[in-house]
């Protein structure tokens, strides 16, 4: 049906008369939110704080009539800026901002990172900048009052040595941090990964003003191995009243490695003696791992009575040492009750003679991939009829990773 010129109008006029109210009300809108105010009202809880004595902090309250963006920082009587906030973006918004200060400020110095505000005459400035480029800026006084505190410091750090080798060869392992606070402070030792893994060594632990000391194994605190190279320390604290001090430096890791050995093949003979007679025991090791295994004697080729043990050869020259040394031992059924009376013939895992070892006559070194043969004797003087012999592989102060392996009968006569 075709619509007349008169119709027509008609229709329209009634669009336009719909349309219009919408229209109207958008312009008032986009008029008010284009009038608003860039900053509003800006205030604060009070004019003077103290910070060390306040149970709440001060707040600063302001308010945003168009989208901006707002820096808040504060001056002291020479004019030093200390930020708190820069280039934060803020919608426009009926209700007011609101910032918490509790007195401490960031700084530039690579030391302390944030520290108290001491006492004085401050100013607090409050600045917005619009989409379009207009600026607006409040500023509000603030006296800063309280006893100026100490603060918090790292003293005498020492992280030593500064190359470690985590491969529990009992050489430079672990890396100790030794320090002093001057007062009580939150402390944090992390150490950070040349590919970006932060690896926690202490977290949020309370120390008081005494020296300290904590050491690092070289490891995530599951105990996986990291990969060699320049790692960087970093210890924090932060006392009760915020301020924040760190100190940084560089650890170097290398050679990390688990040391790794098996007994590949074990001989015990003869199988019948007389009481008196010597029996020998003949094995191959082989480091099956990746860093080299420290090891001392008794050499290959020594020879033990059973009325001997391996801490009473040559004064208690072989007597056992903690952490990385290897050896292999000798052991029968009867003698097994654990603790030191354990393994009492023991060698070093090494075929050459002590004068020919890496520190001759002390000490060894079976390198990743080596196997060796050792000879290892006893003369029996135990009256047992039968013995139940076998041999195991021990790390000294660390346990027996190869235990009752080649087990043989040897018949005693008499």
Request: glycine letters at 10%; a negative charge.
């Amino acid at each position: 049906m075709e619509t007349s010129p008169i119709n027509k109008c008609a229709v329209a006029l009634r669009r336009a008369v719909l349309v219009v109210p919408v229209l109207v009300a958008a312009a008032i809108l986009l008029i008010g939110c284009a009038g608003g105010p860039l900053l509003g009202e800006v205030q604060a809880s009070a004019e003077r704080f103290a910070p060390a004595e306040a149970e709440q902090p001060l707040t600063i309250s302001y308010q945003v009539g168009r989208t901006a963006t707002v820096d808040i920082y504060v001056l002291d009587g020479s004019g030093v800026r200390y930020d708190l906030r820069t280039a934060q973006p803020r919608p426009a918004n009926a209700e007011p901002y609101v910032l918490r200060f509790d007195g401490t400020v960031p700084t530039d110095d690579p030391v302390v990172l944030r520290r108290l505000l001491p006492p004085g005459a401050y100013t607090i400035v409050v600045a917005a900048q619009g989409s379009d480029g207009q600026r607006a800026e409040r500023q509000l006084p603030l006296q800063i009052t309280g006893a100026e505190l100490p603060a918090p410091d790292i003293e005498n750090l020492n992280v030593s040595p500064s190359t470690i080798s985590p491969n529990a060869d009992a050489i430079d392992d672990v890396a100790e941090f030794t320090y002093r606070l001057p007062v009580s402070a939150t402390v944090d030792i992390s150490v950070l990964a040349p590919g970006g893994e932060v690896i926690p060594v202490v977290t949020r632990e309370e120390e008081g003003p005494f020296e300290q000391q904590h050491v690092w194994n070289g490891k995530r605190p599951n105990g996986a191995l990291l990969p060699a190279g320049v790692y960087t320390y970093t210890v924090r604290a932060e006392d009760q009243y915020g301020n924040v001090v760190q100190r940084q430096g560089p650890l170097t890791l290398e050679n990390v490695g688990q040391p790794e050995a098996r007994i590949v093949a074990a001989y015990i003979a003869p199988q019948r003696v007389m009481l008196g007679d010597v029996i020998t025991v003949t094995l191959r090791v082989r480091n099956t791992g990746t860093v080299p295994i420290r090891t001392y004697g008794p050499p290959s080729g020594y020879q033990y009575s059973t009325d001997e043990v391996f801490s009473s050869v040559e004064g208690g020259r072989y007597t056992a040492q903690a952490g990385g040394f290897w050896r292999v031992g000798l052991d029968w059924d009867a003698n097994s009750g654990g603790g030191p009376k354990r393994y009492p013939y023991r060698w070093a895992l090494s075929d050459r003679p002590p004068e020919q070892w890496a520190v001759p006559g002390v000490e060894d070194y079976l390198m990743p991939g080596e196997e060796v043969e050792i000879v290892g004797r006893v003369q029996v003087l135990q009256r047992e009829t039968k013995m139940g012999f076998y041999v195991g592989l021990i790390q000294d102060g660390v346990g027996f990773f190869q235990d009752r392996t080649a087990r043989t009968i040897v018949e005693v006569g008499f």
